[in-house]
């Protein structure tokens, strides 16, 4: 049985920097499956599309398809954008079996990408001492979201045994900013920004800058294609490859009853 096809649904932008990091996560997954047909695709500002990419498929055969969205949370993109690209697929492939996974954010192994990346950031503008911290995302309209993101902030600074106050680029919360403004009212002065973004874009740029006016002494650089993602990815994939399972077909082709479908925990 062929495995279904992956494509990664990442953000799209004018920035060459942005998409750059979905076919890193794409070069990263080979390197685990290099068996498994992947493929990128973005949900705006640049091509391909997933359709665009979806009719390649199609063209050669193929039937059946997981998108895993790279997003770094359940915002609008994944309630809206994720949802009427699967419809659009539908409608125009009947025949093709397809599904999305969940994002692969808010997952709490993406922590330890920020852990590293804030270290080196710390190195490089040789800050020894931290008395408190700020968790910086992109942020929406969405509480839920927030809320999940908020979570993982929580996590951290638990890890770490700081304040850190949750920022938010867009929607509803403090900005970088504001987060620092209420540490350093706390009278915290060394302050260092946690970057929970996936790529270099408008937003993080930024926050960054919003983040050293403010007086922070050093600012994580996005996390970038690195393995912890592509080992998300690809969690995501099975576990959504498994909908589209035909128990029945398998019945068939064994001559034995189907197995009932139990929750259990599923390996990369």
């Given at each position: 049985?062929?495995?279904p096809?992956?494509?990664?649904?990442?953000?799209?932008?004018?920035?060459?920097?942005?998409?750059q990091?979905?076919?890193?996560?794409?070069?990263?997954?080979?390197a685990?499956?290099?068996?498994?047909?992947?493929?990128?695709?973005?949900?705006?500002?640049?091509?391909?599309?997933?359709?665009q990419?979806?009719?390649?498929?199609?063209?050669?055969?193929?039937?059946?398809?997981v998108?895993?969205p790279l997003?770094?949370?359940?915002?609008?993109?994944?309630?809206?954008?994720?949802?009427?690209?699967?419809?659009?697929v539908?409608?125009?492939?009947p025949?093709?079996?397809v599904?999305?996974?969940?994002?692969?954010?808010?997952?709490?192994?993406?922590?330890?990408?920020?852990?590293?990346?804030?270290?080196?950031?710390?190195?490089?503008?040789?800050?020894?001492?931290?008395?408190?911290?700020?968790?910086?995302?992109?942020?929406?309209?969405?509480?839920r979201?927030?809320?999940?993101?908020?979570?993982?902030?929580?996590?951290?600074?638990?890890?770490?045994?700081?304040?850190?106050?949750?920022?938010?680029?867009?929607?509803?919360?403090?900005?970088?900013?504001?987060?620092?403004?209420?540490?350093?009212?706390?009278?915290?002065?060394?302050?260092?920004?946690?970057?929970?973004?996936?790529?270099?874009g408008?937003?993080?740029?930024?926050?960054?800058?919003?983040?050293?006016?403010?007086?922070?002494?050093?600012v994580?650089?996005?996390?970038?294609?690195?393995?912890?993602?592509?080992?998300?990815?690809?969690?995501?994939?099975?576990?959504?490859?498994?909908?589209?399972?035909?128990?029945?077909?398998?019945?068939?082709a064994?001559?034995?009853?189907?197995?009932?479908?139990?929750?259990?925990?599923?390996?990369?």
């Amino acid at each position: 049985m062929t495995a279904p096809s992956l494509i990664l649904l990442g953000h799209g932008s004018n920035d060459p920097q942005v998409p750059q990091v979905s076919h890193q996560i794409r070069e990263g997954l080979l390197a685990i499956r290099p068996e498994l047909d992947i493929h990128v695709a973005f949900l705006d500002h640049c091509t391909p599309s997933g359709i665009q990419i979806v009719n390649k498929l199609v063209s050669r055969g193929v039937e059946e398809i997981v998108f895993v969205p790279l997003l770094l949370s359940d915002a609008f993109h994944v309630q809206a954008d994720v949802p009427a690209l699967l419809a659009q697929v539908r409608a125009s492939f009947p025949e093709l079996r397809v599904t999305a996974s969940r994002p692969i954010g808010p997952e709490a192994q993406l922590l330890s990408i920020i852990d590293r990346r804030l270290r080196d950031a710390l190195r490089a503008r040789h800050v020894a001492e931290l008395d408190g911290l700020v968790f910086a995302a992109a942020g929406s309209c969405d509480v839920r979201s927030n809320a999940l993101v908020a979570r993982r902030a929580r996590q951290w600074a638990t890890h770490h045994r700081l304040p850190c106050v949750t920022a938010f680029a867009t929607g509803s919360g403090p900005s970088t900013a504001e987060a620092i403004r209420t540490l350093r009212g706390q009278g915290r002065r060394h302050i260092a920004v946690g970057s929970w973004f996936l790529a270099p874009g408008l937003l993080y740029r930024h926050q960054a800058d919003l983040a050293f006016q403010a007086g922070a002494v050093a600012v994580s650089a996005p996390m970038g294609g690195e393995p912890e993602i592509a080992e998300v990815a690809l969690i995501r994939y099975v576990i959504a490859a498994m909908d589209l399972v035909d128990l029945h077909q398998l019945e068939a082709a064994d001559h034995e009853p189907a197995p009932v479908r139990h929750l259990s925990v599923v390996s990369a």
